[in-house]
């Protein structure tokens, strides 16, 4: 029985470490990929919602003010008339006078999640007719809207998203383990499935036409969401449009300065996906390979043969430092800046605390986003 779970748990392993494989090939195809041809770059409405003085805020808020690109207009959106994000913004105004940067302070609410209530009273103001919503924390490169707008062009595009990386706010182990989990289960993770034919919005980045905003119901259809990406990629393929993904990868800040943080922002994402995907979610444990050698490694050491177990382990650890470097290698974003390399003697520790994470999705539904307790609600995908 203990070198049967052992085999098993070996099996568990090498799929692991085969899928995280796939993943680093996937992502030297898309670095491979060339953007779309066109000299075709409508004028853009950019919506930034904002919360707060969040860590390296002014950083990334800078990036995309920073843009080369001809013509565009900057939205900033706060719920609060003292949110210290103000003072960046109204920086940033004084800094980049030759540009179109307005901020919306409004705290009317509108249905349960507080980002698309932000994201309706600021849309109020928008100037054109081509709408990018991106999150707050996204570092971006100079080319960023260009890479965006140049999708519009391609027949039958409803909705344009983008990958994205993580860059760690400071050097702490809890941030450095967070941006590990974006760019080396994410990432390439996403690039996996839209392999297989799924086209996902990720939240980072969705841009689409005005109209096709108002046939799906405008904002005011994700109001009560808490996936509000998923709602919004599940709309636009409703109405027979594809999704597509830019040739960019901009970069998400990773904040956390403690393990507890970590865990239940991981965990907030780990109950959100369970909620509508569940069979892919549990599927997705297999990615983890160092978790499933370490109790291989157990059961093979507890029926005789330890060193199976010893050389399974490294193996799998051998694995994961080829993918994570891989990867890194291939989008070279750590090199400019903008993302975070794991040290490869992490990576151990990241599957486990992934396996964790992994199994406390399954205890409840309940998830806390910026003091806000939320529901997932597996049924019909809204917040409380």
Avoid at 9 to 29: K, V
Avoid at 32 to 37: G, I, R, V
Avoid at 110 to 126: C, D, E, T
Avoid at 212 to 228: E, K, M, S
Wanted: hydrophobic share 50%.
């Amino acid at each position: 029985m203990l070198i049967s779970l052992a085999a098993l748990f070996g099996l568990f392993t090498l799929a692991g470490i085969g899928q995280a494989l796939m993943g680093w090939r996937q992502a030297q195809s898309f670095a491979a990929t060339q953007p779309t041809a066109t000299n075709d770059l409508p004028p853009l409405t950019l919506l930034k919602p904002l919360h707060g003085d969040e860590p390296l805020l002014e950083a990334a808020l800078t990036s995309v003010c920073a843009q080369d690109y001809p013509r565009f207009q900057v939205i900033f959106g706060v719920q609060r008339a003292d949110d210290p994000a103000i003072a960046v913004v109204e920086r940033l105004k004084a800094r980049f006078p030759e540009h179109e940067i307005d901020l919306v302070i409004d705290p009317t609410p509108h249905g349960s999640n507080r980002k698309v209530a932000n994201l309706i009273n600021m849309y109020r103001v928008a100037k054109y007719d081509h709408i990018v919503i991106a999150d707050s924390d996204l570092h971006c490169a100079p080319d960023y809207l260009r890479r965006v707008a140049v999708e519009f062009s391609v027949p039958n595009v409803g909705l344009v998203t983008t990958l994205y990386a993580g860059l760690a706010a400071n050097a702490g182990m809890p941030a450095v383990l967070g941006a590990s989990a974006i760019n080396h289960y994410f990432l390439p993770g996403a690039l996996m499935s839209r392999a297989l034919g799924r086209e996902d919005c990720l939240g980072a980045t969705m841009a689409l036409h005005r109209d096709t905003l108002t046939r799906i119901g405008g904002l005011q259809a994700l109001a009560g969401h808490l996936a509000d990406d998923n709602v919004l990629g599940q709309l636009v393929r409703g109405l027979g449009l594809n999704i597509r993904m830019a040739t960019t990868v901009p970069s998400t800040t990773v904040p956390e300065t403690s393990f507890r943080a970590l865990f239940s922002h991981e965990l907030r994402w780990s109950r959100t996906i369970l909620s509508l995907v569940p069979l892919e979610f549990a599927a997705s444990a297999i990615q983890y390979p160092l978790a499933w050698a370490i109790p291989a490694w157990a059961f093979a050491s507890a029926g005789g043969y330890p060193l199976y177990g010893e050389e399974l382990f490294l193996f799998a650890w051998f694995g994961r430092i080829l993918a994570a470097t891989g990867i890194d290698g291939a989008l070279g974003l750590a090199a400019v800046g903008r993302a975070t390399k794991v040290p490869i003697w992490l990576l151990p520790l990241r599957d486990l605390l992934s396996m964790a994470v992994f199994l406390a999705s399954y205890a409840s539904d309940t998830v806390e986003w910026r003091g806000n307790i939320m529901h997932t609600h597996a049924t019909d995908k809204k917040s409380d």
